[in-house]
């Protein structure tokens, strides 16, 4: 079964602790994004990753890295986490090979930064 | 640039009418167009998608949307809800080169009993 595993699912840390949020997947995909999820506003997408290697900035970068070393792997890092990055965050994949395909969602991962 | 706009925050609906989420657009060229539903503590959902073809696309669950291209809309619905149905929904839409997805803010649909 195709899956979209993130980690961990809840986290509650201190501003300026550095935290990994862990995203994988089990298709071998080359296309890989993460997106945060705020009330009022949506879904915004921080990061996506067209392949090994290569990434690029979505609608809300800042504050975020991300790396993609493997096809499989796609962890989102916070540096300095702040408050304002309190949020619920998705990591996604197409639900096909093709990247224009609609996206297959991971279950999510609530963060509060205090 | 593509945007898409859920003009309304909550729709109410009680179980056995039809129901009707609204989403507007705007792209460069030819709209990709989706939505998805999210439940409770859970991720995403996809519900139906229009790429081109039949202005009418069915989806899961019994949902359906309309795709029409003068009023730039892909309106959600459902001839008859279910308390079930109750859920956040997302339209989202994609310019044809786009890699990039835009999705609306939600709109809280609530069927009561």
């Known amino acids: 079964e195709a899956q979209v595993t993130q980690n961990p699912r809840y986290l509650i840390t201190v501003t300026g602790k550095k935290l990994t949020v862990t995203c994988s997947q089990n298709m071998n995909h080359e296309y890989m994004s993460w997106y945060r999820q705020d009330p009022g506003l949506g879904l915004r997408q921080i990061y996506y990753?067209?392949?090994?290697?290569?990434?690029d900035k979505g609608d809300v970068p800042e504050g975020y890295k991300v790396s993609r070393k493997e096809k499989r792997n796609f962890p989102l890092i916070l540096e300095s986490p702040s408050p304002n990055q309190t949020s619920l965050y998705f990591c996604?994949?197409?639900?096909?090979?093709?990247?224009?395909?609609?996206?297959?969602f991971g279950p999510g991962t609530r963060l509060l930064v205090l | 640039a593509q945007s898409v706009a859920q003009p309304e925050d909550q729709v109410n609906v009680a179980e056995g009418n039809p129901l009707t989420v609204k989403c507007t657009y705007s792209v460069s060229g030819n709209p990709y167009l989706f939505w998805y539903v999210q439940y409770p503590n859970r991720g995403l959902q996809f519900l139906l998608k229009y790429i081109t073809g039949d202005n009418l696309v069915k989806g899961s669950y019994g949902f359906e949307a309309e795709f029409n291209k003068s009023q730039t809309s892909f309106h959600l619905k459902k001839p008859s809800a279910l308390v079930s149905d109750s859920a956040l929904y997302f339209c989202a839409v994609r310019e044809g080169g786009s890699y990039i997805p835009t999705f609306g803010r939600g709109t809280s649909l609530i069927v009561h009993p």
């Open positions: 990753s067209m392949n090994v290697e290569v990434t």
């Open positions: 996604a994949r197409p639900q096909l090979a093709d990247v224009r395909e609609t996206q297959y």
